[in-house]
């Protein structure tokens, strides 16, 4: 028979917080939902982070410390590296937290080993996600004064050849928001259907290493 006593420690010990990028948000629902993962708890910081990638190791940082304050168990990180250039490895490491694989989101969506094996292949090439297709004006057109000074485009995007629309999701409305941010920026446009790629197995490999 259980110690009632020992049942919050044991819950804590059996939960996972994944503390994960905005931008992903609506993914690790839907793994999490699909996969019944009721002993997961997100916790998502601001996806306009990635707009100032210096920021986002301290952010997650606090969100770990957060965590730990509030009795989490284990936590996964749910972020790439992200632009961070080692620093949020170096946040993981000493708070004894791993996260997902892979530079960036649209390697891991991709498939990481996929994607690192056509890298060079990819040096002129302007990624979209389900997320960046819906939120391309606030993301990257308002920040980059791309809809007040359209003369702009070329020289941010000038060294792009194509964009590639990375969909986790048969959306037919998100396919004609990327075809038409394409044909705004000059650029050739391919979709490409890639679900949710290496997410699902590190959100449901994190989950299932619960302690009982």
């Known amino acids: 028979m259980r110690d009632a006593g020992s049942e919050p420690a044991n819950l804590a010990a059996e939960s996972l917080t994944v503390i994960a990028c905005g931008a992903i948000a609506r993914e690790i629902l839907a793994v999490t939902a699909a996969n019944r993962l009721v002993h997961v708890t997100i916790t998502c910081l601001p996806a306009i982070l990635h707009n100032d990638p210096k920021a986002i190791a301290p952010a997650v940082e606090a969100a770990i410390i957060a965590a730990r304050t509030g009795g989490a168990g284990r936590i996964f990180v749910a972020y790439a590296d992200c632009g961070t250039g080692g620093h949020l490895d170096a946040v993981c490491g000493r708070h004894g937290v791993a996260r997902i694989a892979g530079p960036h989101c649209y390697s891991f969506f991709a498939g990481n080993d996929r994607f690192a094996a056509a890298a060079d292949a990819q040096m002129t090439t302007f990624w979209l996600t389900d997320f960046l297709a819906r939120q391309f004006d606030a993301f990257v057109a308002r920040p980059l004064k791309l ?7 070329r020289m941010v995007f000038g060294h792009y050849e194509k964009l590639v629309y990375l969909a986790q999701t048969d959306a037919p409305d998100l396919d004609r928001r990327a075809s038409r941010i394409a044909a705004q920026l000059g650029l050739t446009y391919e979709r490409r259907l890639v679900g949710y790629g290496d997410l699902t197995d ?9 302690r009982l």
């Open 147 to 153: 809809d007040r000074h359209p003369e702009l485009i």
């Open 202 to 210: 590190a959100i449901t490999a994190a989950a299932e290493s619960r």
